[in-house]
Every structure is written in structure tokens, then in C-alpha cells.
């Protein structure tokens, strides 16, 4: 896990240094007619809160979902006016009367506008969830796939939508570091409403 989180770090860095380094540069370019980047910031945040369905898949695994509330927190910068980079950080949890699962998640995260004049944008990313549950542990590198709504609430926040998907997969559920099952997957559909600055 520790080297997951450090491959993680390493990204974020990375994504972090390129998103700075585009966004000087589109400071310096003349403004095109209709160009958003002359009244944003360049630093860009977002909260989402809403429920997600969690699943473990393996030959023992139940088939439904557990549902309960989460939250996500991104921060990044602009690679152009079509697309956004950033780090996100994610929380769920479930309980019933025998156990609380949570999950956590970091990653890098990108969101790709096809039409700025539009609301609609797609959302991509990879990282890293942590499954707990009790005296079980799982640790895994996941992908996001989703989409999302942009509907402008007033000077520099939007408001909206979000609908994703988080799956990762081939990875060890354990117990206090002996392995109960192998090659068991992960995954998240998760519904939510955010707040964006701009």
C-alpha cells in the first residue's frame, strides 16, 4: 500500500507541475474571442455529496450493492478552457448491524469539456482505494470513468451533477495480513451533486 501511495504523490506532482506550467502559458497567449480563461482562476476546487453503491466481486461475494453517503474533494488547475486537472480525494461509508465498511480514495482526476459553451463534460482518472471493513483490509489501483453537468450558479461557482464509475480489480481482501481470497474486484457507482469555483 505504501508504495501505491507513493506512485500516487509521484502523479499528483507530476499532474500538478504540468497544469501549472500550461496555465502560464495560456496566461501569456492573446485571448481568443470567447475564451473563458480571461475571467477564471487559475486554481479550480470542488465538492461533491451525494450516495454511492459499493460491490466486492468474487466467487463468494454477495451480488448487491451496499448504499451510502459520500463525499469527494478535487483541487487542480487548467490544462486549456477544455480541460481540467486535479487531485481528488473520496470518502464512503455503509453500516449495518454487524459492521461498518468505509472506503477511501485518491487519485488524479481530468475532466475533458467537449464544447466550453456547454455544460456537459467528461470525467477520467486513476488512483488508488482502500476497502475496510472490520478485520478486512483491500488496497488496489482503480479507474474512474463519468460525466458531469456544469449549471452556473452566480460569479465564479457552477453547480451540477456528477455521475461516476470507480473499478479496480485482481487485487487481496485480507485479514490482519493473512489473505482470505485473491483476484477479488472492486467497484463504486456513485451519484452526487458538487459546487465548483471556477
Not at 508504495?3 to 496555465?23: D, E, K, N, R, Y
Not at 453547480?159 to 485473491?182: K, M
Amino acid at each position: 500500500m505504501l508504495s501505491q501511495m507513493m506512485m500516487g504523490a509521484a502523479l499528483s506532482a507530476a499532474v500538478a507541475t504540468t497544469a501549472a506550467a500550461q496555465t502560464a502559458s495560456s496566461a501569456t497567449a492573446p485571448a481568443r474571442p470567447g475564451a473563458s480563461s480571461a475571467t477564471r482562476s487559475p486554481i479550480w476546487y470542488e465538492a461533491t455529496l451525494g450516495g454511492s453503491g459499493m460491490r466486492l466481486t468474487c466467487d463468494f461475494c454477495q451480488p448487491a450493492r451496499d448504499v451510502g453517503p459520500s463525499a469527494t474533494f478535487a483541487l487542480g488547475g487548467y490544462g486549456s478552457d477544455r480541460v481540467r486537472l486535479g487531485v481528488e480525494l473520496g470518502l464512503w461509508t455503509y453500516g449495518n448491524e454487524e459492521v461498518r465498511e468505509h472506503l477511501r480514495s485518491a487519485g488524479v482526476v481530468a475532466h475533458l469539456v467537449p464544447n466550453p459553451r456547454r455544460g456537459l463534460y467528461l470525467i477520467g482518472g486513476f488512483g488508488w482505494s482502500g476497502y475496510r471493513a472490520g478485520e478486512f483490509t483491500y488496497d488496489a489501483p482503480r479507474v474512474t470513468v463519468g460525466a458531469g453537468w456544469d449549471i452556473p450558479a452566480g460569479g465564479k461557482f457552477v453547480v451540477g451533477n456528477v455521475i461516476t464509475l470507480d473499478a479496480a480489480a485482481f487485487a487481496t481482501l485480507r485479514t490482519d495480513e493473512i489473505t482470505v481470497l485473491q483476484n477479488v474486484g472492486l467497484s463504486v457507482v456513485r451519484a452526487a451533486v458538487k459546487i465548483r469555483r471556477k
